[in-house]
């Protein structure tokens, strides 16, 4: 593309035409300080595209590695199943993916709530769904919340949700939590459980 600028001392000009690239024009000088009739083109650096964006995935712990989810609970995994402490068990608890009351193969999740006058802390296992498991939303006496999810390496079908609420005053309801579902990464349930 050739354009002729007239007079132009030094000002550079840039044109914007829909469907075109963004062009640059700028006129060089002559060693008298004059613009000459012919310009110089450079076409302007073509537009990032905006990255993808991808679905969450669990984040994958070595075993052992522990996790805080709120000061005093603590979380880890081994090939055996989900390990946890709390301010008033430091000692821990576990809850076995191998002792045959959790069936892999089918979609499931499981809920345990242990709680200070300052948090609840809220976690389970989510095992046997369908893709990847992406996102954890819970439906509590304290409104809906995300979590968060941990697996071992390897896909092993199996992994960890945890979320902290604020504790509400008693509502005469037997349980915080009235549902738990896990989603994959394409949207769809990876596994869900209704507690009322």
Same mark, same amino acid.
């Given at each position: ?22 062009? %640059? ?14 310009? $110089? &083109? ?22 052992? =590695? ?18 946890? $402490?709390? /301010?008033?068990? /430091? =000692? ?17 999740? %499981? ?6 006058? =300052? ?5 389970? +296992? @989510? ?7 992406? $996102? ?12 968060? +999810?941990?697996?071992? /390496? ?7 949700? @945890? ?11 037997? %349980? ?12 769809? &349930?990876?596994?869900?459980?209704? +507690?009322?």
């Amino acid at each position: 593309m050739k354009r002729t600028l007239k007079y132009l001392a030094g000002a550079a000009v840039t044109a914007a035409v829909a469907g075109m690239a963004t062009m %640059s024009y700028a006129a060089p000088h002559d060693t008298a300080g004059r613009a000459p009739h012919s310009t $110089t &083109v450079t076409p302007a650096a073509p537009a990032a595209a905006p990255a993808a964006k991808h679905a969450p995935t669990p984040r994958i712990v070595q075993p052992g =590695e522990r996790v805080t989810g709120a000061p005093g609970f603590e979380l880890w995994l081994t090939p055996e199943g989900k390990h946890w $402490t709390t /301010p008033d068990m /430091p =000692e821990g608890q576990f809850r076995s993916v191998v002792d045959g009351n959790v069936d892999l193969s089918r979609p499931g999740v %499981s809920v345990q709530s242990e709680g200070t006058p =300052e948090r609840v802390h809220l976690s389970g +296992l @989510y095992y046997g769904g369908k893709g990847t498991a992406s $996102t954890v939303e819970l439906r509590t006496a304290a409104g809906t919340l995300q979590g968060e +999810l941990i697996e071992l /390496p390897g896909r092993p079908g199996w992994g960890v949700w @945890y979320a902290v609420a604020e504790p509400v005053p008693n509502d005469g309801s037997w %349980s915080f939590v009235s549902k738990v579902t896990v989603r994959n990464t394409k949207g769809k &349930v990876y596994a869900s459980i209704s +507690l009322r």
